[in-house]
Structures are given as C-alpha cells and as structure tokens.
C-alpha cells in the first residue's frame, strides 16, 4: 500500500479533492445543499407567512360578520 504525504498546502487539498471520487462527490452534495438550502427556506418562509396572513383576514372577516349580524 502506498503511503501518502501530507497535505502541506491548499492547493494539494483541493487536488486530492478533486482526484478522489468520494470527496468529490461529498463535497459536490455538501455545495449543491448550502446553495439550494437558503432559496427553499426563503420560498417556504414566504408561503408560510402568506398563509397566515390569509388565515388573519379570513378570520378577521368572520368576527366583523358576526358583530355587524348581533
């Protein structure tokens, strides 16, 4: 088994990154999660915010309702 020299440097990092297949993919996932991640939670924190406020309006349309019935 050959033995390996340590990593000294950035730029033999990156390339031991980019020779090994199993790095390369772990790091392509971690990358492609970090960059999707925030443009989901923005799209799901929107939705959820206009789903409350429709739910405050509806709601606050039925108790007008109500008082302007009574």
């Known amino acids: 088994m ?7 440097n950035l730029f033999d990092a990156l390339k031991q ?3 090994d ?3 390369l993919s772990l790091y ?4 492609i ?3 999707i991640l925030p443009f989901v ?4 924190v929107r939705k959820w915010n ?3 406020r429709l739910v405050l309006e509806y709601s606050s349309k039925l108790s007008s ?3 302007s019935k009574i």
Request: positive net charge.
């Open 21 to 23: 297949p199993k790095l």
């Open 28 to 31: 392509g996932i971690t990358f």
């Open 2 to 8: 050959e033995q390996q020299k340590p990593i000294t």
């Open 50 to 52: 206009d789903y409350k």
């Open 17 to 19: 990154i980019f020779v």
């Open 33 to 35: 999660v970090a960059l």
């Open 41 to 44: 939670m923005s799209f799901v």
């Open 65 to 67: 309702e109500i008082k």
